[in-house]
């Protein structure tokens, strides 16, 4: 059955633009159909089409289930943006297929790219929530100044990592199951030393994703699947 996303539906009873469109002209759905909508919170409503005008679809509940994240403990990605939005996109699809909480783009000292556009980055992550069965969308957030972002206060753990030849635990050694974490991706050209300086002043901790020098959003992929894995239900 297809699966939709409506963040208001309880609200509204009604699928948005987008979703409406997919629903009548692509799968031809009509009155007296059912279909599957999620509201990103975990929610999950089997509903019928009750009536189609236009754009607009209207439907109804049959059955409300909720339905438990695939993980415990909540995990937030902040990345610098690499300069092709291609791999952030691919970074975007591949970490919501695998699982995480919330996505904030970071401008730092060496940041190829100072602009996202994150209604595309939304789009993307709704749709490969939809693909995965996750029914929990990943918050994503407008580019926020480094330092702003360390500075502010975020529950759980926090890390930091960087590729300088300092002592630095693994990640995957660091990251206690259950406990929410926020982890912080450079770019290419990796953070600056005072921004390292000033996390780990904030309480960040130094940690290594291992012996390769990755890309900035297979770092991220890493940094993902590196606390689902601890964390999996």
Same mark, same amino acid.
């Given at each position: 059955?297809?699966?939709?996303?409506?963040?208001?539906?309880?609200?509204?009873?009604?699928?948005?633009?987008?979703?409406?469109?997919?629903?009548?002209? =692509?799968?031809?759905?009509?009155?007296?159909?059912?279909?599957?909508?999620?509201?990103?919170?975990?929610?999950?409503?089997?509903?019928?089409?009750? #009536?189609?005008?236009?754009?607009?679809?209207?439907?109804?509940?049959?059955?409300?289930?909720? =339905?438990?994240?695939?993980?415990? *403990?909540?995990?937030?990605?902040?990345?610098?943006?690499?300069?092709?939005? %291609?791999?952030?996109?691919?970074?975007?699809?591949?970490?919501?297929?695998?699982?995480? %909480?919330?996505?904030?783009?970071?401008?730092?000292?060496? #940041?190829?790219?100072?602009?996202?556009?994150?209604?595309?980055?939304?789009?993307?992550? =709704?749709?490969?929530?939809?693909?995965?069965?996750?029914?929990?969308?990943?918050?994503?957030?407008?580019?926020?100044?480094?330092?702003?972002?360390?500075?502010?206060?975020?529950? *759980?753990?926090?890390?930091?990592?960087?590729? !300088?030849?300092?002592?630095?635990?693994?990640?995957?050694? #660091?990251?206690?199951?259950?406990?929410?974490?926020?982890?912080?991706? *450079?770019?290419?050209? %990796?953070? #600056?030393?005072?921004?390292?300086?000033?996390?780990?002043?904030?309480?960040?901790?130094?940690?290594?994703? *291992?012996?390769?020098?990755?890309?900035?959003?297979?770092?991220?992929? =890493?940094?993902?699947?590196? !606390?689902?894995?601890?964390?999996?239900?």
């Amino acid at each position: 059955m297809a699966l939709f996303f409506a963040p208001d539906i309880e609200t509204t009873w009604e699928l948005p633009e987008e979703e409406a469109a997919h629903c009548l002209r =692509v799968l031809r759905l009509g009155v007296g159909d059912e279909l599957e909508v999620t509201d990103g919170k975990g929610k999950i409503f089997k509903v019928t089409i009750t #009536s189609t005008a236009g754009k607009r679809c209207h439907v109804e509940a049959v059955e409300v289930r909720e =339905v438990e994240k695939g993980w415990n *403990g909540n995990l937030t990605i902040a990345i610098a943006p690499t300069k092709n939005m %291609d791999r952030m996109e691919w970074l975007a699809e591949k970490a919501t297929e695998i699982g995480w %909480d919330r996505v904030v783009f970071l401008n730092c000292r060496f #940041s190829e790219r100072k602009v996202v556009k994150t209604d595309r980055i939304e789009r993307i992550v =709704v749709s490969a929530m939809k693909q995965s069965l996750k029914f929990h969308k990943t918050t994503v957030e407008e580019m926020t100044d480094f330092k702003t972002f360390v500075k502010a206060d975020h529950k *759980g753990a926090k890390f930091i990592a960087h590729c !300088y030849e300092d002592s630095k635990e693994l990640l995957s050694d #660091s990251i206690v199951p259950g406990e929410d974490a926020t982890v912080l991706i *450079g770019p290419e050209g %990796d953070f #600056s030393k005072e921004e390292v300086e000033t996390a780990i002043k904030a309480g960040f901790r130094p940690v290594s994703l *291992g012996n390769s020098r990755l890309r900035t959003e297979t770092a991220g992929l =890493v940094a993902c699947h590196t !606390y689902i894995m601890k964390n999996e239900r």
